[in-house]
């Protein structure tokens, strides 16, 4: 009969459509930290309750908006000293230290960054002439409807009601918005856009220096205003448009206002950014709205689905939610054309740049919910910068590319004193173009990741290092684990990189074999002589000689549980590794310093290990640093941190699609309990 029931409930459609809407966002007040956003992947608006820009912080971001400093004065990048590290006899210089040279290793650390490209504005006053304050506004009520990318913003001024719509267009860099409102024919409601200087602060924008940069009035008519923006060397465009009786005035080097005619009770405008002036002709506003109706349920109605409403737990609510708004917004922010900044397109994180060893959290869900070409559009940045990462593991003595970890668009290592030395990112790219294969077994496949795996896999081979004493390959010193909370000059053999680096010379191994090349040997002489992932009275440890694991360092990401988990178990024994996983979920300070994306990793090592109870508990475990607020955002780094959205999915999906070499049957992760009833479409297992 249960077999017969999990038949039947596969086989019926879930409704998407009641799945989607039942968790759209109802805002009710004010809070700077729950900001509700429209994008396209690329680009994203960030809007208060006022569904625009007008009291709290919020951003215009994408992925193409970068701007840098000018340099310190006499300095050039090349001049950055870098500080030697012993490496088995040789001195290997990495870009860890500032003393001596702050100035360009900060400007190194902040160029470039994302910037915040404007600010779109209600202005409004009082029937006495005062300006609105947010504490003004009354019946607050705000709506993010997920299935057609609207926001909806109601509220009202002196009891005159104000209703605002905010879109963003599915394929252009442009917002629209209409404005329905009395206050707009009694004169008290205009529309604002203004610009800021660039900063690598979490602002994303500098408001102190309007004589920094310059903002110039290209087109001024009707009902069309085009301006170009230059920051120093960087330049961009904007377009604003109107459909209304309206004018648009400068009211500040940097300022514009767009006042309707006091015949219009609504008004209607988008706003385009480009890098480039875009002389094209703008959609209005429904246009726009028509192009989001027709994008959005094709994005829901296709790829994977999860319906939990069947389940008995109570918590089946709250996972589903968390599911649905992660989609979203991992849709609007995270899919662009690089990878994305681990705040993707809210604010600053890390000045703006991407951590590249973060790329798998954010992006490999896509692969899984069947979402490819999200996903692939961020992974053509891998071929782009091959000779910027061969470069880098050239000037260290290393053959093949290595790849940076916290970067920009230029490819550029920023230096860190962690940063330079972390190598866990290092067989990604080897992981994604697997990913892409499974989906698209092709030799066309094959040839586009050719240079990519073979260069990554030549890295990962010269970087290990014969240790004449015990006969095996080595991986460190010097070395930043996956914790990063150990001396890199003692590190040595972290279990998570010693089972990554098999995954990722098997491989390419495999790669080579099915474009019909011969294996290289030396490739086969480190896999088959890499150390065993070192173990302690039966469980693994996080590095060799961490002897007190469990006591001192049981803090920091738990790496040890992810080589049979979010990695199919290269060199992993399964039983020490349920051990393992026991031992850490008992263990670890959850409370004292760690990230979001622990939990899911977590979670995915317990399903893949027979533990579904405990994957479930890890998914909602109370900590601060594992919390997902009112618009879907999580905590568990500086705020928000996407990570966590993008490892929640890849989890769930791996929970209920399953993985290579698990039993058949459905939702293999989640408990056999009878309280939970998955049903899932769409979706592919995890290697």
């Known amino acids: 009969m249960l077999c017969l029931g999990l038949a039947a409930l596969a086989a019926r459609p879930i409704d998407r459509h009641a799945l989607v809407t039942r968790h759209n966002i109802v805002l009710t007040n004010a809070d700077a930290r729950t900001p509700l956003q429209v994008g396209n992947g690329e680009f994203a608006f960030s809007a208060d309750i006022t569904g625009l820009q007008t009291f709290l912080p919020a951003n215009t ?44 290793y900060n400007w190194l650390r902040e160029n470039p960054h994302r910037f915040n490209l404007g600010r779109l504005a209600l202005r409004m006053t009082k029937v006495d002439g005062t300006a609105v304050a947010l504490s003004d506004l009354k019946q607050l009520r705000q709506t993010l409807d997920l299935w057609r990318g609207l926001i909806t913003s109601r509220f009202e001024i002196e009891g005159q009601p104000v209703q605002v719509e905010t879109l963003c267009h599915p394929a252009r860099d442009l917002v629209a918005v209409r404005i329905e409102s009395a206050l707009l024919q009694a004169g008290r409601l205009t529309v604002e856009l ?19 940069h310059q903002t110039t009035m290209t087109r001024r008519g009707t009902p069309r205003a085009d301006f170009a923006r230059r920051l120093d060397a960087d330049h961009y465009a904007v377009s604003f448009a109107w459909t209304s009786a309206a004018e648009s005035k400068a009211t500040g080097p940097h300022t514009f206002s767009l006042v309707p005619a006091t015949t219009e009770r609504a008004l209607e405008f988008v706003c385009a950014f480009s890098l480039k002036p875009d002389s094209t002709g703008l959609p209005d506003f429904a246009q726009v709205k028509s192009a989001c109706a027709a994008h959005w349920p094709k994005f829901w109605n296709s790829g994977g689905a ?9 918590r089946w609510r709250e996972l589903e939610r968390r599911i649905v708004l992660s989609q ?7 899919a662009g054309s690089l990878p994305p900044q681990e705040s993707c397109l809210v604010n600053n994180g890390w000045n703006g740049k991407f951590h590249l060893e973060m790329h798998w959290w954010h992006a490999v869900q896509f692969a899984l919910w069947d979402r490819w070409p999200l996903f692939e559009r961020s992974l053509g940045w891998y071929r782009q910068t091959l000779p910027v990462a061969r470069r880098l593991a050239a000037s260290q003595g290393y053959r093949g590319a290595r790849w940076p970890k916290m970067v920009g668009p230029d490819g550029r290592d920023a230096p860190s004193g962690v940063g330079p030395l ?6 990604h790219p080897i ?18 990741w050719r240079d990519v795996v073979f260069d990554t896999a030549e890295f990962l081979a010269s970087f290990a290092v014969l240790d004449k004493a015990t006969g095996c390959y080595a991986l460190g010193p010097p070395i930043r684990t996956v914790p990063e909370n150990t001396d890199p000059r003692a590190a040595r053999n972290p279990t998570f990189e010693l089972s990554y680096w098999r995954f990722g010379l098997r491989v390419a191994q495999q790669w080579r074999e099915k474009l019909g090349l011969p294996r290289e040997a030396v490739w086969d002489q480190v896999l088959r002589g890499l150390a065993p992932l070192p173990t302690q009275d039966g469980v693994y440890l996080p590095q060799e000689g961490l002897t007190n694991a469990f006591t001192k360092w049981n803090w920091e990401h738990p790496s040890l549980v992810g080589p049979l988990g979010m990695l199919p178990g290269d060199g992993a024994d399964p039983a ?10 008992q263990t670890w300070d959850w409370e004292r310093k760690n990230w979001g994306w622990d939990f899911p990793m977590m979670a995915m090592a317990a399903a893949r290990n027979g533990e579904p109870e405990l994957a479930i508990e890890a998914m909602f475990h109370p900590t601060p640093k594992n919390q997902f607020v009112a618009n879907g955002f999580s905590t568990g780094g500086p705020y928000p941190y996407f990570p966590s959205n993008g490892g929640l999915l890849a989890a769930v999906a791996m929970m209920a699609a399953g993985w290579d070499g698990c039993a058949d049957g459905n939702a293999p992760g989640f408990p056999r309990n009878g309280k939970w009833i998955v049903r899932w479409e769409g979706l592919k297992r995890l290697p």
């Open 61 to 104: 971001m994408s992925h193409w908006g970068w701007h840098t400093f000018s340099l310190p004065p006499g300095q050039r990048p090349e001049d950055l000293k870098l500080q030697d590290y012993d490496t088995y006899g040789r001195p290997v210089g990495y870009a860890t230290s500032a003393k001596g040279q702050e100035a360009i």
């Open 194 to 212: 203004a610009f800021p200087y660039g900063s690598p602060t979490v602002t994303g924008g500098d408001w102190t220096k309007p004589d920094a």
């Open 306 to 314: 999860m319906d939990l409403s069947e389940s008995q737990d109570p």
């Open 328 to 334: 979203y917004l991992m849709a609007i922010q995270a």
């Open 422 to 427: 972390l190598i866990w990112q290092q067989p």
């Open 431 to 448: 992981y994604y173009a697997n990913l892409d294969y499974r989906l698209h077994p092709t030799r066309e496949t094959l040839e586009r």
């Open 576 to 585: 020490t590794m349920r051990a393992t996983v026991k031992r850490v979920w």
